[in-house]
């Protein structure tokens, strides 16, 4: 996996030199048009409810004022439970006996979203488990990257390069809290106070 790097949803956009005699095409931003056919049955349960081993992975996704964000994408993309790199096809199509390791979720009214998945396991030896996110949301001119780490072994998360590179507040952002009922939390904070870690990769400059 490409090395990740802190960034922000605010961060200056690139900018282009325009070329003699045409007039630039106006940006456009990524949502919320997807929700008419990107979402699809099943998407937020890479594994049935009841599952050994499953979790809820839920949140609420909020805006600059910390106002619900109703019509967010998110997507996840993770590790099984031994901390395989999961290569199988079929997440459009679940089969509940194949874990490909991918789902999909649009937010509810409420700003919300919940995912039935398995806590995936390190990659490599003493490495934090964490899953990859990906967020689609209203006013955004691209998608944004980030994190969702499990909020243990402590002694992995104290180890990972880009936590440590994150000053206590930015770092707890990506570090998923554990609900009595064990389920996983981890809130989206698009901007303002308390925003969440970004991320930016050497291949996606855009």
Known sequence: MPE???SSST???PTYA???GLVPTPGQTVGPFYHYALPFEGGEHLVPAGTPGSVRLH???TDGDGAPVPDALIEIWQADAEGRIVREGGSLRRDPGVFTGFGRTQT???GGYSFTTLEPGPTSEGAAPFIAVTVFARGLLNRLFTRVYLPEPAAA???DSLLASLDPADRATLVASREPDGSLRFDIRLQ???ETVFLRYPRHSV
């Open 4 to 6: 990740a790097q802190a």
């Open 11 to 13: 961060s200056p956009q």
């Open 18 to 20: 325009a070329t003699p």
């Open 59 to 61: 949140g609420t996704v």
């Open 108 to 110: 509810w009214r409420d």
């Open 157 to 159: 998360l104290e180890s």
């Open 192 to 194: 303002g106070d308390g």
